[in-house]
Nanobody, 122 residues
């Protein structure tokens, strides 16, 4: 069984910084693309940033230049460093990962973290 456990988040003033972490654990054979999403009430979940197994990254336009996605392969952990935060960044943030387990190395499944609230006050 695989789990993605998130940490970080909280309340910060506009212009401040926060760091989110997402640790994958369990019977992991390989981790493919990992990503961060966010969601506000009444809206669809929005893709924020992704990072591939090779380290290539993408960002949605609204966070490019302010957020940085990274990972440590040895710890199966992904991070989202969020700088110059704005009130419109307020949302529940979720991590996501495409993972192959030892139970079936032919199958890639998508797993989600539990979500963490980020609130940016003006």
């Amino acid at each position: 069984q695989v789990q993605l456990v998130q940490s970080g988040g909280g309340l910060v003033q506009a212009g401040g910084s926060l760091r989110l972490s997402c640790a994958a654990s369990g019977s992991i054979f390989s981790i493919n693309t990992m990503g961060w999403y966010r969601q506000t009430p009444g809206k669809q979940r929005e893709l924020v940033a992704t990072i591939t197994n090779g380290g290539s990254t993408t960002y949605t336009d609204s966070v490019a230049g302010r957020f940085t996605i990274s990972k440590t392969n040895a710890k199966n952990t992904m991070y989202l460093q969020m700088n110059s935060l704005k009130p419109e960044d307020t949302a529940v943030y979720y991590c996501n990962s495409d993972i192959t387990t030892f139970q079936d190395i032919r199958l890639v499944r998508t797993y989600w973290g539990q979500g963490t609230q980020v609130t940016v006050s003006s």
